[in-house]
């Protein structure tokens, strides 16, 4: 089976992508953080053994940082809409 035989089938996963609910779809950056973060560590790591904490750890704080930065946008979108 080559990749030329199924081109049909991959082309239809883009031209009629799932449909998501409005709050399921930012969910799906946990999984797209955590191949990031899983191929970002994979080029820093020293040794393979160290990994799997590593990992987990820059992606807990790049969630968390990343849910900071929305709570303060949020906050500031509310504050203009409320005084401007």
Request: hydrophobic residues 60%; aromatic residues 10%.
């Amino acid at each position: 089976m080559s990749l030329l035989s199924d081109w049909p089938t991959l082309a239809w996963i883009f031209i009629h992508p799932l449909k998501l609910p409005a709050g399921a779809r930012l969910w799906m950056l946990l999984p797209l953080m955590a191949c990031v973060m899983v191929v970002y560590r994979a080029t820093r790591v020293r040794s393979p053994r160290e990994m799997p904490r590593r990992t987990v750890v820059d992606f807990v704080g790049v969630v968390v940082a990343m849910s900071l930065i929305a709570v303060a946008f949020y906050l500031a979108h509310a504050a203009a809409r409320r005084w401007l």
